[in-house]
């Protein structure tokens, strides 16, 4: 197997022992995430992708090997060039990362380098969609808020109340970046930026005291077309601070 010289001699027995215990027939296996990036591993230390002999399932497997937690996503050979198309109509990605970022450590994979550029092309195109996605949901959420900024009578701080997490959805959506925000992914988001969680709680908390003030200042901050350009996501999380008494306003 050729590792990544940076790579700890415990990783690589640990790989290994993987190869050898659960798939001692793989095609390929590829090496993405953390170890590639040096990003800062999240629920696995070690991300696999490793491509089966064909007609086997596709499936997900967590292994722990001393104190390494390890997450092998296996795809079948002959499923490979089904993945994109397949991620594209169901609007989320499918077994795309591996391929897309990978490095390969083990095996061989025929025209691997058209194989990463056709993976990376419907990331692209999953992307463009939940970022369509992320704006429909940031529309419905500002018309909801202001629906409840607009009354008067009983029913707006539950209205307003309701408002409130779809704003925290779609402020983990932007924030997720590369990571797409699906539904499914919220819960992980959620524990990755507890910063923005907190200000949507302080944000609900003063609503459910009858202060409207934090929300419709948030309302009038991301309502498409506020300010000479719409904010990024960067400026907008720092508005969001000074909105809910984190600091004060310029």
Do not use: W
């Amino acid at each position: 197997m050729q590792f990544p010289d940076h790579m700890t001699a415990p990783t690589r027995d640990a790989i290994q022992s993987v190869k050898r215990g659960h798939y001692p027939d793989a095609v390929a296996i590829l090496l993405y995430g953390s170890q590639l990036d040096g990003s800062v591993a999240d629920k696995s230390d070690v991300d696999l992708f490793v491509v089966t002999p064909p007609g086997d399932e596709l499936h997900e497997r967590r292994l722990i090997r001393d104190t390494l937690r390890i997450q092998c996503s296996a795809v079948p050979e002959n499923a490979l060039t089904h993945l994109p198309d397949l991620s594209r109509r169901a609007g989320r990605p499918i077994g795309l990362l591996g391929p897309a970022y990978g490095q390969l450590i083990d095996g061989k994979l025929p025209d691997f380098t058209g194989l990463q550029d056709a993976y990376r092309a419907a990331l692209r195109d999953v992307n463009a969609q939940l970022s369509h996605a992320t704006e429909h949901n940031l529309r419905a959420a500002l018309d909801t808020a202001e629906a409840a900024l607009a009354r008067t009578g009983p029913g707006r701080t539950a209205l307003a109340l309701r408002a409130v997490p779809m704003l925290l959805e779609v402020a983990l959506q932007r924030a997720a970046d590369d990571h797409f925000g699906t539904r499914s992914q919220y819960r992980k988001l959620a524990d990755a930026h507890p910063d923005i969680v907190d200000r949507y709680g302080t944000l609900a908390g003063a609503v459910s005291q009858g202060d409207f003030a934090p929300l419709r200042a948030l309302v009038a901050d991301l309502r498409p077309g506020a300010g000479s350009d719409a904010p990024n996501t960067v400026s907008r999380r720092l508005s969001l601070k000074r909105l809910i008494g984190e600091g004060p306003p310029r």
